[in-house]
Structures are given as C-alpha cells and as structure tokens.
C-alpha cells in the first residue's frame, strides 16, 4: 500500500501558493522564502496572493513574508504592497506602496503612504508619511511632517516642513523652503508659498506668511510682517516692513525700503537711495534727492 501525503507538507504547500496558479506539493522544494517573499530574480513560481517571475510581482497584493517584508529585485504590477517594509528594486505601477518604510529604487505610479516613504527615480500620485523623500521629477503631492523633493516638482507640498529645489504649484506649511542645488538651476517657485517662513531663491508667484525672503529676481508679491527681496522684485509688497534690493512695482506697509524704487511707495515711513516714482507717507526719505528729507509727498522721474 502506498503512503499518502503527509497533512503538515501540504498545509504548508498550500499556504504558500494561496490564490497562485499551483497548489500542488511537488513545487514546496522551490518555495524557499527568501525567493518567494522577495521575488528574487531567480525565482519563478507562487507568491502569497500572486506570483514572481524573474523579480516581478505580479498579483493583486503583495504581503511578502507575512506582512514583515515585501520585496522585488524588479518591477511591480498589481494593486497594493503591503508590509512593514515595502520595497521594490525597479519600477512600481499599482494603486498603493504601503509600509512603516516604502521605498521604491525607480519610479513610482501610486500612492507612497508610511512613516518614511522615498522614491529616488520619477514619481506620480500622493505620497503620504511623516517623512516623504522625492529623488527626481515628480507630479502630484506630498502630504507629511517633513517634505523633501530633489529636483523639479508639479503639485504641492503640505507638512511642517516642505523643501525643495523647484515647485510649479503650492508649498503649504511652517517652514517652506526653496534653495538653488550646485549649478543654480533651480530654487523656484511658480505658484505660492504659504506658512509662517517662506525663503525661495526665486519667485514667480506669491508669497504669504510672517516672513518671507526671496533671494534673487523675482515677479509677483509678498505679503508678511516681513518681506524681503534681495534681486529685483516686479510686483509688489505688503506689510509693516518691506525691503526690497531693486522694486519694480509697489510697496504698502509701515515701513518701505528699496535700494533702488521703480514705482511707488505708501506707508508711514518710506526711504530709497535712488527714486524713479512717487513716495507717499508720513516721513519720504531720499538721501539723494534735491531734498533728502520730505512728509506726505515725494517723486522724480
């Protein structure tokens, strides 16, 4: 009489090929974990809840090793990765990436939601953590309590802390801040800032909060406490205190100072070293002017 399977070999067999295409005992030599729940590139066979081929996942939902690690030396194809660590070693195209650390090493088409998330290559859609990490180009948003995107974003921005090297929408938080990376490519902004500090190497937009700074030309406005444009800003600034290297437009708060004013000044106390415009407030100061020092009204053209 021939034995028949053992019950305890095929349990296991058929945990590990749940809802695969094989259920049978003969491929439980191939299921080696460490292939399986990372769909190594060597590996070609059943997943939990899907299958891997040649580092591929492909399924609706990758759990990985039981939901402690979800891993692809390749691409993923399917709906949801869900682990506490989510990673994938090429190209992620699903619904959601989703870990305490997801972490795609290419481009990302989905939903990026964790405590850290980082995508190093392209990203599209919403990446939603306490600390999210853009490598490259991206389209959509970033939502958490620190944004970090290297290179040129179109979307927004939304957390504590929001950096970036160039933004063509909203950055909204505390702290918002755009620098120029080593060649002074980027650094800007098309659209807005809004938070309480707002520093962008350059603007072509708005910025709103209790301080703001741009740091070379610039067009569009600055509303705060305090303003600041290092370059030439065409546009305007409104509040108590307004500075501005070179102003092409207006300034309106209690204090206005420009280097050099191409427009107008209203407020309370207004100086310019060199006037092309009009001066109106209570004290219009003038260096070097015919007379340095007048009330109500000043101008040259």
Not at 154 to 161: A, D, M, P, R, T
Not at 261 to 285: K, P, R, S
Request: aromatic share 10%; net charge negative; with cysteine.
């Amino acid at each position: 009489m021939r034995p028949g399977p053992r019950p305890l070999g095929c349990a296991l067999s058929l945990v590990a090929a749940l809802l695969t295409l094989s259920l049978c005992p003969k491929r439980a030599a191939a299921l080696d974990p460490e292939t399986v729940f990372f769909c190594t590139e060597d590996y070609d066979g059943p997943a939990l809840l899907g299958w891997c081929s040649d580092g591929r996942f492909f399924g609706p939902v990758h759990l990985g090793s039981l939901g402690v690690v979800a891993a692809t030396d390749e691409e993923f194809f399917g709906i949801v990765q869900l682990a506490l660590v989510s990673h994938t070693g090429d190209d992620f195209f699903g619904l959601s990436q989703i870990g305490v650390v997801a972490y795609g090493n290419k481009s990302v088409m989905g939903v990026q939601a964790g405590a850290v998330t980082v995508v190093e290559r392209y990203f599209a859609g919403i990446q939603l953590g306490g600390v999210n990490v853009l490598g490259d180009d991206s389209w959509g948003l970033q939502l958490g309590g620190f944004n970090y995107a290297v290179a040129e974003t179109v979307g927004g921005q939304l957390s504590l802390v929001n950096m970036a090297e160039a933004i063509y929408g909203v950055q909204l938080g505390v702290l918002n801040l755009l620098d120029e990376d080593y060649d002074d490519e980027y650094g800007s902004i098309e659209g807005a800032q809004l938070g309480a500090l707002n520093i962008a190497f350059q603007v072509n937009g708005l910025q709103l909060g209790w301080a703001n700074l741009a740091r070379r030309e610039s067009a569009g406005g600055q509303i705060g406490v305090m303003s600041a444009a290092e370059g030439k800003l065409s546009g305007f600034q409104l509040g108590p205190f307004n500075y501005a290297e070179h102003l092409e437009g207006t300034q309106i708060g209690a204090v206005n100072y420009a280097e050099r004013v191409e427009g107008v000044q209203i407020g309370i106390i207004n100086m310019a070293d060199q006037l092309e415009g009009v001066q109106i407030g209570v004290l219009n100061i003038w260096p070097n002017g015919t007379v340095p020092f007048l009330p109500i009204l000043n101008a040259d053209w």
